[in-house]
């Protein structure tokens, strides 16, 4: 049903102007430009809310056409807004997520001198994405798509005098472009065949969906890190703790997942293309749990598992349940938001210390962000009542009563067991144990830093059981089966549990060949999933060594250089040394080429015709 409503439409739109007024506002003495960005932010986010209660209360779908932009053949281009329950739910679900985020980062960053300027890059970031998120077609769509891989770009390389960062940026900005090949794809043939651009508007025949499917499915696979395109995501950890938390929870990396979401009905036209899509996630989900098990890095640890989900979304939107996979985005956005936050913490407090074996003892040192992580990681879990309890379950159970997709299944419940090992090993080294940290300065948690932390982990608790009561579309299949299948991911959960309390108290007793760094199974565990990657690099890397050092370098710039120039220079001493042999006949030859050539150049020059042999000069 859409209902044209001029004041909804407005109260929609007057979040993007409360968050561009502070960037363009002149700034004052009186007021601390931060401040006013952090409280635009917090008004952003109270205004989204009117809208998302309007909907709800009368279950509407609102869309906007302000103007016409171009026509490409038959096919218009509008500049158009939707607001249904997706782009209702998810613009305040971002808004309090880049709220608490902007809060964290004025006391986190408030050394760095440019810290204005990354305020206003992170403004710019979610403007797009929300662009992004409430677009109607697909054009607009790429807009706020381009949008958020440029200003990832320039986050993640926010400290570029550091070649890692460099490196980094530079990799997310070459798999998004990868990504965008597919998008390109898909509107280059919907323009071609003469079908709208509206996301919900173009019926497609099963027949000739496949293309415009499977490119659909490649722009996400690259924009949300699915394997192929993972490597991009943990290396995006070089950019600074608040842009971590920003790119990994609400905004960039489920950009891909929203997509299909929102397309959801020309993905399913195509068999292959949605079977696709549930392998690649469910392969993503264990891969990514299981590189998160042998990583030491805290941030890695939570990237990894950023990715992990990502691919259960993935496998939600596989099993034709693209609004169980909103819902996992709505509550995944809290606690990896929170997360990160903590992470941020940690590695204030401990300057810059990342590694967690380096840790421990925290719950004494930072009670509020050490508990907060507890929740955080519960909550990825999948801890009963927690607000990851609620969408996994229901995606886990959405596999489980399928009659098709058992290696799915079987992938994402081991997946769910190495969550559950990887968070339980990050609390025990974290804010577990006894200290491994040395001697510190007192730390101290301010409120400036710990507010943003409670209010995510309130959300973390909450928002599933809000969710799952509010906004979850009714269609929604019931999911009726037996109690014991029905505890099938409590059940995991408690093996989890028990497999990694067993291994952290036998980790101690464990030789040091085994416990080492160096040990060659956890070795391979960690670098499995960098596979495709590094086999891709290096075999561009070889084949760029072969055409600079052998085809460039010893063809052509090697032959027309010192080659060249020796040819040239043994030709001209043959040439001299044949007149120096004390023979009056080459003597003669030199002198009268060289006086006709000196004179050949001297008319030349002058514009004047030498004289004919035969004719005589008189008067």
């Not at 309007?54 to 302000?66: A, F, G, P």
């Not at 043939?189 to 659909?216: H, R």
């Not at 949300?224 to 070089?238: D, K, N, T, V, Y």
Request: proline share 5%; hydrophobic share 50%; aromatic share 8%.
């Amino acid at each position: 049903m859409t209902h044209p409503s001029t004041l909804i439409i407005m109260l929609f739109l007057l979040p993007l102007a409360i968050l561009t007024l502070p960037m363009l506002a002149p700034s004052s003495k009186l007021t601390s430009p931060l401040g006013t960005k952090v409280l635009a932010a917090k008004l952003a986010f109270l205004t989204s809310l009117i809208p998302l209660a309007y909907l709800i209360h009368n279950d509407l779908t609102i869309t906007t056409y302000e103007t016409q932009w171009s026509t490409i053949g038959t096919t218009t281009i509008r500049v158009s807004f939707t607001l249904d329950i997706y782009s209702a739910f998810f613009l305040p679900t971002l808004l309090f997520v880049v709220w608490s985020i902007m809060e964290f980062t004025t006391q986190y960053m408030e050394s760095d001198p440019k810290i204005n300027t990354f305020f206003n890059q992170l403004i710019t970031f979610t403007l797009m994405m929300m662009i992004l998120g409430t677009a109607e077609n697909l054009f607009q769509f790429f807009i706020g798509w381009e949008g958020v891989g440029i200003m990832s770009f320039m986050l993640i390389n926010w400290w570029s005098f550091r070649s890692n960062s460099n490196k980094a940026a530079m990799q997310a900005v070459i798999y998004n472009r990868l990504a965008d090949i597919g998008l390109i794809i898909t509107l280059a043939w919907m323009v071609t065949n003469d079908l709208s651009l509206n996301i919900k508007g173009a019926q497609i025949a099963p027949d000739t969906a496949l293309i415009p499917a499977l490119g659909l499915l490649l722009a996400s696979a690259g924009k949300s890190a699915q394997f192929g395109f993972h490597p991009w995501l943990p290396a995006a950890m070089e950019g600074p703790t608040p842009v971590s938390a920003l790119l990994h929870s609400s905004t960039m990396v489920v950009a891909g997942v929203f997509l299909l979401i929102r397309t959801s009905d020309l993905l399913y036209s195509s068999e292959t293309a949605t079977t696709t899509c549930l392998l690649l996630g469910a392969f993503t989900s264990v891969l990514a749990a299981s590189c998160a098990l042998s990583q030491n890095d805290l941030k890695k640890i939570i990237a990894y598992s950023t990715t992990s989900q990502l691919g259960l979304m993935m496998t939600s939107v596989g099993l034709k349940q693209p609004e169980l996979a909103f819902m996992h985005i709505s509550t995944h956005a809290f606690f990896k938001a929170m997360l990160f936050l903590c992470a941020g913490t940690i590695i204030h407090s401990l300057n810059n210390e990342q590694d967690i074996r380096k840790m421990g003892g925290l719950n004494k040192m930072l009670p509020t962000t050490s508990s907060c992580l507890i929740i955080g990681s519960l909550a990825l879990s999948g801890m009963p009542f927690m607000a990851g309890f609620y969408s996994k379950d229901a995606i886990i159970e959405s596999i489980n009563t399928s009659n098709v997709n058992s290696l799915s299944l079987a992938t994402t419940l081991m997946a769910t067991i190495f969550t559950t090992l990887y968070s339980l090993r990050m609390i025990y080294y974290v804010a577990l144990s006894s200290p491994r940290t040395p001697p510190l300065p007192a730390i101290s948690e301010t409120p400036q830093m710990t507010n943003p932390i409670l209010r995510l982990a309130i959300g973390s608790i909450a928002a599933g059981l809000m969710i799952s009561t509010t906004i979850l579309p009714p269609n929604t299949p019931q999911l009726t089966m037996p109690t014991s299948t029905k505890l099938a991911t409590l059940s995991i959960l408690i093996l989890g549990l028990l497999i990694g309390s067993i291994l952290i108290t036998v980790a101690n007793q464990l030789p040091y060949s085994i416990k080492g760094t160096q040990n060659p199974l956890t070795y391979k565990i960690t670098h499995s999933y960098f596979i495709l990657h590094h086999i891709l690099s290096s075999m561009v890397l070889q084949i760029s060594q072969k055409l600079s050092t052998h085809l460039m370098d010893q063809t052509h710039y090697e032959a027309l250089g010192p080659k060249t120039m020796t040819y040239l220079q043994m030709l001209m001493a043959k040439m001299l040394t044949n007149f120096h042999k004390a023979r009056i006949n080459p003597y003669l030859k030199a002198i009268v080429l060289s006086i006709m050539l000196i004179s050949l150049l001297y008319f030349t020059s002058m514009n004047v015709e030498p004289p004919d042999a035969g004719h005589e000069l008189g008067p």
